[in-house]
């Protein structure tokens, strides 16, 4: 506890109380340590739970992350066809057997998927159709 304390006391807070600049801050903190902590309790979990449905050993579990899935134009157009349907999954055709096969599959989808009917746009009002999220999940990630 002196260790807080001390801190506080070089910052100008002589009573060892926090300051309404500081309160938000510890609070903010404190928060994303809880949240970080959840998903890592929680994925954690996943994890163990669907190594062991597989018969893998719960000593080790593999991870893949994937980040940014960022539709500019050019991809969205290379996705298209000529009915202008979308079809995303030749993006992961050559990664879709090391997705699948970790234990947990993670990917950040950086921009909106509102569909056709929000106006499928890229830079700088980003919209994806619906059919990337089909290609992520069957690319085999676990987590969007």
Same mark, same amino acid.
């Given at each position: 506890?002196?260790?807080?304390?001390?801190?506080?006391? $070089?910052?100008?807070?002589?009573?060892? $109380? /926090?300051?309404?600049?500081?309160?938000? &801050?510890? %609070?903010?903190? #404190?928060?994303?340590?809880?949240?970080?902590?959840?998903?890592?309790?929680?994925?954690?979990?996943?994890?163990?739970? &669907?190594?062991?449905?597989?018969?893998?050993?719960?000593?080790?579990?593999?991870?893949?992350?994937?980040?940014?899935?960022? /539709?500019?134009?050019?991809?969205?157009?290379?996705?298209?066809?000529?009915?202008? !349907?979308?079809?995303?999954?030749?993006?992961?055709?050559?990664? &879709? !057997?090391?997705?699948? $096969?970790?234990? #947990?599959? #993670?990917?950040?989808?950086?921009?909106?998927?509102?569909?056709?009917? /929000?106006?499928?746009?890229?830079?700088? %009002?980003? !919209?994806?159709?619906?059919?990337?999220?089909?290609? #992520?999940? &069957?690319?085999?990630?676990?987590?969007?």
């Amino acid at each position: 506890m002196k260790g807080w304390k001390s801190r506080l006391e $070089k910052r100008g807070s002589s009573s060892g $109380k /926090l300051s309404r600049m500081q309160r938000p &801050k510890l %609070a903010l903190g #404190l928060a994303l340590t809880l949240v970080i902590g959840v998903v890592t309790s929680s994925t954690s979990s996943f994890a163990a739970s &669907k190594a062991a449905a597989s018969g893998a050993s719960q000593d080790s579990v593999s991870i893949v992350m994937v980040g940014d899935v960022l /539709l500019h134009t050019p991809v969205e157009d290379a996705a298209r066809d000529e009915a202008g !349907n979308y079809n995303f999954d030749a993006i992961f055709s050559k990664t &879709k !057997n090391s997705i699948s $096969k970790a234990d #947990l599959a #993670l990917v950040n989808q950086e921009v909106i998927i509102g569909g056709q009917e /929000l106006g499928v746009s890229g830079y700088p %009002a980003f !919209n994806a159709p619906y059919e990337i999220g089909d290609a #992520l999940a &069957k690319a085999g990630f676990d987590e969007v």
